[in-house]
């Protein structure tokens, strides 16, 4: 990364400055090229002037040594042209009373802005004035360049997630900035949040051509490092100087890679961008509505689709993506924490919603090297809204089902209608007489000098199996006459008769609601 | 209502052998088919490592008869079976010592098309493709599938617009260009010309690259297959540039005809004034 910044004022700034002014200044040639770059401001005679030029300067002149000789002037102009000097301002006066018409045409075929002043000052006056707004303008340059990048540093080393780093960089920037993959993914946003929506609306399109063209006031810097190319890192907007807003993109991009570099491979931005916009679907906080434009410009197909939301237990986030990259799914996926993944699938309506999560969820089976994940799902729904409850449902039915996923005959897809009494007793969790319900119940078996957290299991499978003996036996590896005994201190200790069946299920739903507290 | 083509690429790693390879694109085609792909098409070689790495006879054994091989008929079955429309790339023998670099179609009830051998054959570093390989004159084979009216361009083709062109004088809707090609050479073409050549012939390309350095060289295959449409725009996201990957996109074949009344390249072309281009 280069900063090939210079802090400039251009010709037509010049031009308006008040003592300039007073010279009565008139552009004779090149007036379509008034924006270029003043760097310098430099006081010329001779006439082979472009050798002692290094491109950007203002040349002042009062043409003294060029009266008279045609062919020198055309030389001085083209002379300066060569040496891609910024502009030339020739006094009024003893040498030419009026604009030099052979200067102006040969300024003007090269498109050199020519300035004659018709009340000619010292030159020293605006040599003094430019050059230390010059100065200042370089002194402020480099004061934000180092107070950004001390404030970006400082955030880095305090360890701070990559959206207050972005939220820094959109404060100074004063608009919406972007952060975007190679694929034009956006994976994180900052700024005000109207205007991020109005820039994420019609992303993909303007992602191509941003920073194409001049003054269009999008300004991108390339992340990447150690060979590899990332992203890039856009200011969608910016209404400072151009120099300024390159500078800033390009603070914000070291800062960025130095924060990708040392936050090592925990979580790539492609799964933090996921997870926060999963979670705020989730949690409801945002209207999802508002959520649709990052959920495009993440690359997830919106219009006219299928939305199925599922949550995988025991998952692996990278995993699942890549499952997902196999079967060519278009999808997100979170981590929830708590040892659950959301997965968020965008379907074409025309395809069958359920045989396809099914056929994921077989596919995960198969791919897996630990285990098998449970997978849990809401109903389809062909409505973006629909998606926030989609997911709770999905991660409600996950929650219920996290324990005795051995002992049940679980299809798949786990759905709200397969978690029966779990899932009703899930949602009752915290309620304080279901809690006291299920201590009083099983206070046999939890409490006392000799509890035995074996009997708890036993119990456990032998309801959930539906009070299968053999069953329960077989999961548990011991004989049948071995859980007989263990059965009847289940009974003894608890004090019930476990082939009644309103006993049975009283210390079902005890355990249940005793298994959700443990979670 | 307008026609969509579900369409499908898949690219992925050498995976040490041949079989377990033709296992890894058995499964990419019922995994296309569940999500009601019509047509699905491998990256070059699929079968294979890229083995033009290296110049070694021994790999003279990987080109099959095309269609009478056991590779396209193994393929004719789950065609057959799940009802998609196949194009696979592959080595094929003629006879003993013609060989070709060859893309076999495959209908989606199971029947052999036809084939197109591939025109333009490189011959640069790790690309030692003349080694193995006869030029191919096919004379620019369109196949009229279930699925639609498809063309392949394989490889190196890519850099050369007249087949394309022939393609799309023939009537192509997509053409499929199965590449294997390393990051190092050419990775800024890769989204240059294939949107371009879609531009140009007003058509769908489905671009397909393998993944992942195999062990005959350094050649880096960087993947990020893709969908273009005929304004150049991306179908869906580009693919990943190391993970194996199966892309289905919906194709609107309305696009294709919006913007050949847009843009009359077909009519304004002037076929009467490029015969320097075929002046040998």
Known sequence: ?519 | MSRVIRAAVFQTAWTGDKESMIQVHEQAVRDAAAQGAQVLCFQELFYGPYFCQVQDSAFYEYAEQIPDGPIVKRFQALAKEHGIVLVLPMYEEEQPGVLYNTAAVIDADGSYLGKYRKTHIPQVKGFWEKFYFRPGRSDWPVFDTKAGRIGVYICYDRHFPEGWRALGLAGAEIVFNPSATSRGLSAYLWQLEQPAAAVANEYFVGAINRVGVEELGDNDFYGTSYFVDPEAQFVGEVASDKETELLVRDLDMAKLREVRDRWQFYRDRAPGAYTPLTTP
């Open chain 1, 1 to 519: 990364m280069t900063t090939a910044l210079e802090p400039v004022l251009s010709v037509r700034q010049v031009l308006t400055l008040d003592r300039v002014l007073a010279g009565e200044p008139e552009v004779v040639a090149g007036a379509g090229h008034l924006d270029r770059p003043v760097r310098w401001v430099h006081v010329a005679e001779a006439a082979d002037v472009g050798v002692m030029l290094s491109g950007g300067e203002m040349v002042l002149t009062t043409g003294v040594l060029l009266a008279g000789d045609e062919e020198k002037q055309v030389e001085y102009i083209r002379s300066l042209y060569r040496a891609e000097a910024a502009a030339v301002v020739l006094g009024l006066g003893r040498a030419f009373p009026a604009p030099p018409d052979v200067m102006r045409r040969a300024a003007e075929r090269c498109g050199l802005p020519m300035v004659v002043l018709h009340r000619p000052f010292p030159f020293a006056e605006l040599t003094e004035e430019v050059q230390s707004r010059l100065v200042r303008r370089k002194f402020a340059t480099v004061s934000l360049s180092e107070s950004v990048r001390t404030a970006l540093t400082g955030l880095i080393t305090a360890g701070a997630p990559l959206q207050r780093l972005l939220d820094e960089i959109a404060l100074h920037a004063g608009c919406p900035v972007v952060l975007a993959n190679l694929a034009h993914r956006v994976l994180a946003t900052a700024g005000e949040r109207s205007a991020v929506d109005d820039v994420l609306r019609d992303w993909e399109r303007i992602a191509r051509q941003a920073g194409v063209g001049e003054g269009d006031r999008w300004v991108r810097a390339e992340l990447g490092g150690r060979g590899e190319h990332w992203g890039r890192i856009v200011l969608c907007g910016y209404r400072g100087d151009s120099p300024i807003g390159r500078l800033l993109a390009e603070r914000a991009a070291e800062a960025l890679v130095l924060h990708r570099m040392l936050g090592g491979a925990a979580h790539s931005w492609e799964e933090q961008s996921a997870q926060s916009l999963l979670t705020d679907l989730a949690l409801g906080v945002v209207p999802p509505r508002q959520l649709l434009p990052r959920a495009r410009a993440a690359g997830l197909p919106v219009n006219r689709r299928t939305f199925v939301p599922l949550v995988i237990r025991d998952g692996d986030p990278v995993a699942l993506d890549r499952v997902l990259r196999l079967l060519g799914l278009p999808g997100l996926v979170a981590e929830l924490g708590d040892g659950a993944t959301a997965v968020l699938l965008s379907l074409a309506r025309d395809q069958d919603a359920a045989a396809l999560a099914a056929y994921f969820a077989t596919r995960l089976r198969t791919e897996s090297e630990a285990g098998a994940p449970v997978v849990a799902a809401a109903d389809a729904c062909t409505a973006w809204e629909g998606v926030p409850a989609g997911l709770r449902e999905a991660r409600h039915v996950a929650d219920a089902v996290a324990e005795h996923t051995a002992a049940l005959d679980l299809p798949v897809v786990v759905r709200l209608k397969d978690v029966r009494l779990r899932g009703l007793v899930r949602l009752l969790r915290d309620n304080p007489h279901v809690q006291s319900f299920a201590e009083r119940e099983l206070d046999g078996l939890l409490c006392g000098p000799d509890a035995e957290p074996d009997l708890l299991a036993v119990l456990r499978t032998y309801l959930a199996t539906g009070r299968n003996k053999s069953r329960t036996a077989q999961l548990h590896h011991v004989s049948r006459p071995a859980l007989y005994r263990r059965l009847e201190a289940i009974q003894v200790r608890l004090g019930v008769d476990l082939d009644d069946f309103e006993q049975a299920a009283s210390v079902h739903i005890a355990l249940l609601a005793h298994d959700t507290q443990h979670r």
